[in-house]
């Protein structure tokens, strides 16, 4: 019986696998390698954000928000409940930008000498193997993650900018060749900076902020709508839209569900145009088995870590959750129901 299941969980997979499906990464994604999570960076922001030389009123602010945190209200909540004034948000990017970047970099270095360290590489090479000459991953993370994934196997891969030491604002079609991977960054990069003068670029590796920049990631909480209005997230986001809005099925890696813009248009595509999508998690949150949950979605896989190496399923083709031996929930251990 198990082996049974199995069968028809790797076939579903390889059914919405084949339509070439669009990849949603999230920060769980990025936590398999080591990268701090929200509950992490709160901690980072509460032992470092000085605020000594800020008048009362954003230190009052200040101390608000970290009682909030520890009484165990998540960062994006406290966020929004807390008003911060733009010194503060501007103390919070660069103490979220000093915390994941030095982690990315280690990520990267550890790469250079594991050439198999990044099995969303692999999986990029092998849907290459089709007649498809373009994948896109669109991504809530600021990490570079998914670059270094494409350069492990020697793929051409944009993200919004062109490449060199000075990035710069280009269509992804500002270069010619036979294949290419679209990275849409939607909440920013660790690359992003913006100079006084306003001038946007994308600075390669930098292992601290350059004097007078500021980095483009969007910060949790109302920040996140504010800025997203503004470029280069405004570009961004519309072509991710297009991407989503095309698409005929989506693979979910480590994607929490809590980003109300993509979730939505997840929502819409899969009870409205009959999308499938995989999702794999380590665990899967509330808001993805809402969503699975809901009558409307009829083609979805999702697979969460069960007991010990076993993998828990929830299958459009099943009435209930079943588990089975493997840990599937990883994308190397997903990659073996699909190739």
Not at 217 to 244: A, C, F, L, N, Q
Request: aromatic share 10%.
């Amino acid at each position: 019986m198990p082996e049974e299941i199995l069968d028809k969980v790797s076939k579903q997979a390889q059914d919405y696998y084949r339509n070439t499906p669009v990849i949603i990464l999230g920060s769980g994604a990025s936590a398999a390698f080591g990268m701090s999570g929200m509950w992490k960076l709160a901690q980072h922001l509460m032992a470092n954000v000085n605020v000594v030389d800020l008048n009362e009123n954003e230190q009052a602010s200040w101390h608000n928000f970290c009682e909030k945190l520890k009484a165990d209200i998540d960062l994006e909540t406290a966020l929004h409940d807390v008003p911060l004034s733009p010194e503060l948000t501007g103390r919070v990017v660069h103490e979220t930008w000093r915390l994941l970047a030095a982690e990315d970099i280690k990520v990267f270095e550890d790469s250079l000498n594991n050439p198999s360290l990044f099995p969303l590489g692999k999986l990029l090479k092998h849907m290459f193997r089709s007649t498809t000459k373009e994948l896109n991953i669109i991504t809530t993370n600021y990490d570079r993650l998914a670059e270094y994934a494409c350069e492990q196997e020697n793929i051409h891969h944009y993200s919004g900018f062109s490449h060199g030491y000075r990035g710069f604002a280009v269509k992804r079609d500002y270069l010619s060749c036979s294949r290419q991977v679209n990275i849409w960054k939607v909440h920013g990069c660790l690359d992003w900076f913006i100079n006084s003068n306003g001038v946007i670029a994308s600075l390669s590796s930098m292992n601290k902020i350059p004097n007078d920049l500021t980095p483009l990631i969007v910060t949790p909480g109302i920040e996140k709508y504010r800025s997203t209005h503004r470029e280069p997230y405004k570009t961004i986001i519309h072509e991710s839209d297009d991407v989503m809005d095309e698409a005929a099925a989506y693979l979910c890696i480590g994607f929490g569900f809590n980003d109300e813009h993509i979730q939505a248009k997840l929502v819409n595509r899969c009870a409205n145009n009959g999308a499938s999508v995989i999702i794999i998690a380590y665990e899967l949150t509330k808001a993805t088995k809402e969503f699975i949950e809901d009558e409307n979605i009829d083609k979805y896989l999702a697979i969460e870590a069960g007991d010990g190496s076993k993998s828990t399923i929830y299958s459009s083709l099943f009435d209930e959750p079943v588990e089975v031996e493997g840990e599937f929930w990883s994308l190397k251990g997903f990659m073996n129901l699909i190739m």
